[in-house]
């Protein structure tokens, strides 16, 4: 780097002095920079892809015939209302009252 002296324009404007790259490496930073960001870009797609293909659920699958009782359908409902959230559509905390 140097640096460049401040100059008057024809016009007279002054243009003020700053720093001047006169090497290659400027160059060269630019042209890597891509292909380094075009793999990381890669790498972090894929991480994304992987996590979101993990969705298998823990939960069993029920559904109001399950039951015998709204009070059996209660009780397991209780025991876990995330897992068991389908057992109640108007979230009142009341399973199978329909």
Same mark, same amino acid.
């Given at each position: 780097? %140097?640096? @460049?002296?401040?100059?008057? *324009?024809? #016009?007279? /404007? ?6 001047? =790259? *006169?090497? @290659? %490496?400027?160059?060269?930073?630019? @042209? ?5 960001? !075009? ?8 991480? !994304? ?8 659920? /823990?939960?069993? =699958?029920?559904?109001?015939? #399950?039951?015998? /009782? ?5 009780? /397991?409902?209780?025991? #876990? *209302? #995330?897992?068991y959230s389908n057992l109640d559509r108007d979230n009142d905390n009341i399973a199978c009252e329909n």
């Amino acid at each position: 780097m %140097s640096y @460049r002296k401040g100059y008057f *324009k024809k #016009d007279g /404007t002054y243009v003020q002095g700053h720093f001047v =790259s *006169k090497g @290659r %490496s400027n160059k060269i930073f630019k @042209r890597n920079n891509k292909k380094g960001c !075009l793999g990381i870009f890669l790498i972090i797609l894929a991480a !994304l892809t992987g996590l979101s293909c993990n969705s298998e659920s /823990t939960c069993e =699958s029920k559904k109001y015939s #399950d039951f015998a /009782t709204q009070a059996e359908a209660q009780s /397991t409902f209780e025991t #876990d *209302k #995330d897992c068991y959230s389908n057992l109640d559509r108007d979230n009142d905390n009341i399973a199978c009252e329909n």
